[in-house]
Structures are given as C-alpha cells and as structure tokens.
C-alpha cells in the first residue's frame, strides 16, 4: 500500500505564497516522477507541474515564474512553491505519483487533495 498524504493548503491574499508538500510513504521500490494537478470549480482537473526523478520539470503555461516544483528523492516527497498567487489559482490541488511498487509493477497514485483558496 502507497500513501501520499498533502499539506500546506490554505487561505491567502493575491500576492501571497503557499508551499505545498506531499510525501509518499508504504511500499516503494522507486518514484519515476511526481507532481501536482489542480482543479477548480467548474473546470477539468489541469496539471500544474511535475519532477522526475532525474530532476527534469515541466509547468503550466499559466503557472510559469510563479511556481517552483522540487522534490527530496531521499524522502519521497514532493514540494510546490507558489508565488503571486492569483484567484484563479484557487482550487483543490492533487499530488500525484508515478511509482514502481516493485522492480516490475508500475502505478500511480493520487493524494487526498488540498485546498487553496486565493481571496482578498
């Protein structure tokens, strides 16, 4: 069983800034890459960002030199600075996971989600 448990979700400003966090914990042989999606009221569920395990990244076109995506392969755990925050960054925010539970089995898993509201 493969746990990836979120925080750092809240209530800010426009302007203001939030760090993510999700770890990933259980029966882990290797993380291929993890990152975050998000999905606002109304809308489809869009990726925001993600890191391999080589350290390779990839953003959102709208999230770009705004947000940092990171990672510490050592903890399975995966970060996501956000900057200038806008409103319309307000959504529920997933953590998501490319994992090998095994040398041959690979899945993904997906955290619990986290709020972030952005709201003057």
């Known amino acids: 069983q493969v746990q990836l448990v979120e925080s750092g979700g809240g209530l800010v400003q426009p302007g203001g800034s939030l760090r993510l966090s999700c770890a990933a914990s259980g029966s882990i042989f290797s993380v291929n890459a993890m990152g975050w999606f998000r999905q606002a009221p109304g809308k489809q569920r869009e990726l925001v960002a993600t890191?391999?395990?080589?350290?390779?990244?990839n953003y959102v076109d709208s999230v770009k030199g705004r947000f940092t995506i990171s990672r510490d392969n050592a903890k399975n755990t995966v970060y996501l600075q956000m900057n200038s925050l806008k409103p319309e960054d307000t959504a529920v925010y997933y953590c998501?996971?490319?994992?090998?539970?095994?040398?041959?089995?690979?899945?993904?898993?997906w955290g619990q989600g986290t709020q972030v509201t952005v709201s003057s």
């Open positions: 890191v391999t395990s080589g350290g390779s990244t």
């Open positions: 998501n996971a490319d994992l090998f539970t095994s040398a041959y089995v690979r899945l993904r898993y």
